[in-house]
């Protein structure tokens, strides 16, 4: 990732090192919602900002230590790393003609532009393969719904039960 500063056409993946998937937190700036995909295929969906359970689709997954796998803090959508292994994929929605930042512990960073082409915008997805995550840049079309983006990519929202306790 040192040498690659944009995912674009040209560059539209990169593969981070070990290392890189497993210490610290993956920041993703510059995002409006994020989609995941955890252990068992359980799907969920969070706008940015303060948590509140109107803005969710879905399910949490709660890792050790009570954070989500994927999540915010503030206008940071957040991937805490030494639990990388929960995470199936991932999928971020940039704001409206913003381009959208991607962080590692190490320093290193990419950017994906606010524009694909005339008529196209880019989302960020995030896959992990074995112990390694690999970040895309996938072309979209203006006008899409998020929920319509996220069932192209094959996200169906786990259903939420009601408490049933005893």
């Keep these: 990732m040192g040498d690659l500063r944009s995912l674009d056409r040209q560059h539209p993946v990169v593969r ?3 290392m890189e998937s497993a210490v610290g937190s993956l920041v993703v700036a510059g995002t409006v919602r994020a989609v995941w995909e955890g252990p068992g295929y359980s799907t969920g969906s969070i706008s940015s900002g303060e948590f509140e359970p109107e803005n969710l689709d879905g ?35 940039p704001k409206p003609k913003q381009p959208m930042s991607v962080g590692l512990y190490n320093g290193k960073s990419v950017t994906i532009p606010a524009k694909a082409g005339q008529r196209s915008f880019y989302a960020l997805s995030v896959i992990r393969i074995g112990d390694v995550l690999e970040l895309r840049a996938e072309e979209l079309p203006y006008g899409m719904e998020f929920q319509a983006i996220w069932e192209a990519f094959g996200f169906h929202m786990t259903t939420r039960l009601p408490y049933q306790g005893r």
């Design 16 to 18: 981070l090192t070990p």
């Design 59 to 93: 399910v949490l997954v709660s890792t050790p230590g009570n954070r989500p796998l994927v999540g915010y803090e503030g206008d940071l959508a957040l991937i805490p790393l030494r639990h990388v292994r929960k995470l199936r994929r991932a999928l971020f929605f």
